[in-house]
Nanobody, 113 residues
C-alpha cells in the first residue's frame, strides 16, 4: 500500500501563492501517473493536474498552477500562483500504479481577503 502525505495548504489572500507537497513511500518512477485533484464544498472531486508521460493541467488552472516532482523522485508538488477565491477546496494527491489507485488525506486551501 502506497502512503501519500500532502502538506502546504492554508489561508492565502487572492493573488497569493502556495506550494503543495505530496510525500510518497515509493519512488515516483514506479507510478504510471501522479496527479492533483481538488474538491470544493458541494462539488465533485476534479482532476486539475497530472504527470504521466508529460504534464497536463486543467483549463481553469493552466498558466497559474504547475505540477512537478523532485529529483529524488519521492515528492510531487503543485505550485499555485495567482490564487483566486474559487480555488478554495480540499486538494488531494493521487497515484496510479498498474491497476492500484492511492489517495492522500488531503490538504485544505482557502483563498480569502
Amino acid at each position: 500500500q502506497v502512503q501519500l502525505v500532502e502538506s502546504g495548504g492554508g489561508l492565502v489572500q487572492p493573488g497569493g501563492s502556495l506550494r503543495l507537497s505530496c510525500e510518497t513511500t515509493r519512488i515516483i518512477s514506479s507510478f504510471n501517473a501522479m496527479g492533483w485533484y481538488r474538491q470544493a464544498p458541494g462539488k465533485q472531486r476534479e482532476e486539475i493536474a497530472r504527470i504521466s508521460v508529460g504534464t497536463n493541467h486543467e483549463d481553469s488552472v493552466k498558466g497559474r498552477f504547475t505540477i512537478s516532482r523532485d529529483h529524488a523522485k519521492t515528492t510531487l508538488y503543485l505550485q499555485m500562483n495567482s490564487l483566486k477565491p474559487e480555488d478554495k477546496a480540499d486538494y488531494y494527491c493521487h497515484v496510479l500504479q498498474g491497476i492500484n489507485s492511492s489517495w492522500g488525506q488531503g490538504t485544505q486551501v482557502t483563498v480569502s481577503s
